[in-house]
């Protein structure tokens, strides 16, 4: 059995002074990756490891992490939260760091709003990954179980539109969430055959 790297983008939301929280892994998002749909069901994280998670930029490896993740580690300075809807977090980012700093001004401006994540995922085991064919226009990749997360990245050029980081605000703004079909529409400008398209879609992969 062999793991295999993806990359995934999503959306990115504000907060205040230096932190930044966000929605790097969107369940039930039926996306359009050009060859094909992808959607990550709910679940899918149940028992991934996510003991380790480095917050970085455009998913540069080589470069140090802007914060991180440790199970066990009260100091770190990102946090994780598994809901119903997906992967939320939270990051506090040192204003001292340059490259944290060019981050808080992009998210700050709107200039950053997306994100993504690499994990691992046994595309070869059918407890992971199955596809339904002869939908559609082209195939739908379903993935139910990510053996792995170990970065979620602030993108220039996201894949998965419903994801999000914004600025932390002092005083809690709830904000409504948007119908993720309603998302892609907006996002990709797609037209309603297209949406059309991926309504009927969605029903097959419940």
């Keep these: 059995m062999s793991n295999k790297r993806l990359f995934r983008n999503l959306n990115t939301y504000n907060?205040?002074?230096n932190t930044i929280t966000g929605h790097p892994i969107v369940f039930e998002s039926l996306t359009d990756m050009g060859t094909h749909y992808e959607i990550i069901k709910r679940g899918a994280l149940d028992n991934s490891d996510l003991s380790d998670i480095s917050l970085l930029i455009n998913h540069q490896f080589n470069e140090l992490p802007i914060a991180r993740y440790?199970?066990?580690d009260e100091n770190s300075t990102l946090k994780i939260s598994l809901e119903d809807d997906g992967l939320h977090f939270e990051a506090t980012l040192d204003e001292q760091n340059p490259k944290a700093?060019?981050?808080?001004?992009?998210?700050?401006?709107g200039d950053i709003q997306k994100m993504s994540f690499g994990?691992?995922?046994d595309e070869q085991n059918p407890a992971c990954v199955h596809w339904i064919e002869n939908i559609g226009d082209k195939p739908t990749m379903v993935i139910t179980r990510i053996e792995a997360v170990f970065d979620i990245s602030v993108v220039t050029w996201p894949a998965y539109e419903s994801t999000s980081v914004q600025m932390k605000r002092e005083k809690e703004v709830e904000v409504e969430e948007a119908?993720?079909?309603a998302n892609y529409q907006l996002q990709k400008r797609a037209s309603d055959l297209s949406m059309l398209k991926l309504k009927t879609l969605a029903k097959f992969v419940k």
């Excluded at 700093?101 to 401006?109: F, G, I, Q, T």
Aim: glycine content about 10%.
């Design 15 to 17: 907060i205040g002074d």
């Design 101 to 109: 700093a060019e981050v808080l001004s992009c998210v700050k401006r």
């Design 119 to 121: 994990f691992f995922l």
């Design 70 to 72: 440790r199970q066990g």
């Design 179 to 181: 119908d993720v079909f």
